[in-house]
T-cell receptor, first 114, second 111 residues
Framework: DTGVSQNPRHKITKRGQNVTFRCDPISEHNRLYWYRQTLGQGPEFLTYFQNEAQLEKSRLLSDRFSAERPKGSFSTLEIQRTEQGDSAMYLC????????????FGEGSWLTVV | GENVEQHPSTLSVQEGDSAVIKCTYSDSASNYFPWYKQELGKGPQLIIDIRSNVGEKKDQRIAVTLNKTAKHFSLHITETQPEDSAVYFCAGPSGNTPLVFGKGTRLSVIA
């Protein structure tokens, strides 16, 4: 399977704990995106990388959230001191760097904070 | 920033009928308009897209039309089948800015 891979697919954590999600993009895709989706809503942009550079961050990305892409390949999204409002599906997507290219999503990582 | 509005939020059609979902956008510089289908528990999957240099694109039972003057684009599904039941999202804009998604349309195809 050469699509976008995310893990874990599901995570249940207690409020206040830290969680980390990993995303492996499609090979040779320079851009990697993180989105968040809650029930009944469309995906909301969080941040994106071109290679290892983080180019844009949404206002939704509070200081408890940090994303990295250290070698320009896989990426991690860490949420510190989780809150119940962080419960959502976290979607990763990738695309080639050229302007106007399609982005391809992974299957998402479901987070439930109890 | 870009604002994308999608309607209707829910749509029920009889199997074999057509379904149309419409999106409006605000950024006149937008030049790429994709549609995604999302099934329960899965990530969004691209089903069709169109670029601003054309007004219509078809792929079997699915088509997208674009009206740049009015700043709206629509998804058309003909001869609907039960497996078309899902949530559909439009998105904009394009270029170097990340996609902004509509709130989605839940399509139910009734057999």
């Amino acid at each position: 399977d050469t699509g976008v891979s995310q893990n874990p697919r599901h995570k249940i954590t207690k409020r206040g704990q830290n969680v980390t999600f990993r995303c492996d993009p499609i090979s040779e895709h320079n851009r990697l995106y993180w989105y968040r989706q809650t029930l009944g809503q469309g995906p909301e942009f969080l941040t994106y990388f071109q290679n290892e550079a983080q180019l844009e961050k949404s206002r939704l990305l509070s200081d408890r959230f940090s994303a990295e892409r250290p070698k320009g390949s896989f990426s991690t999204l860490e949420i510190q001191r989780t809150e119940q409002g962080d419960s959502a599906m976290y979607l990763c997507a990738s695309s080639p760097a050229a302007v106007g290219n399609t982005i391809y999503f992974g299957e998402g990582s479901w987070l439930t904070v109890v | 920033g870009e604002n994308v509005e999608q309607h209707p939020s829910t749509l029920s059609v009889q199997e074999g009928d057509s379904a149309v979902i419409k999106c409006t956008y605000s950024d006149s510089a937008s030049n790429y308009f994709p549609w995604y289908k999302q099934e329960l528990g899965k990530g969004p999957q691209l089903i069709i897209d169109i670029r601003s240099n054309v007004g219509e694109k078809k792929d079997q039972r699915i088509a997208v039309t674009l009206n740049k003057t009015a700043k709206h684009f629509s998804l058309h599904i003909t001869e609907t089948q039960p497996e078309d039941s899902a949530v559909y999202f439009c998105a904009g804009p394009s270029g170097n800015t990340p996609l902004v998604f509509g709130k989605g349309t839940r399509l139910s195809v009734i057999a």
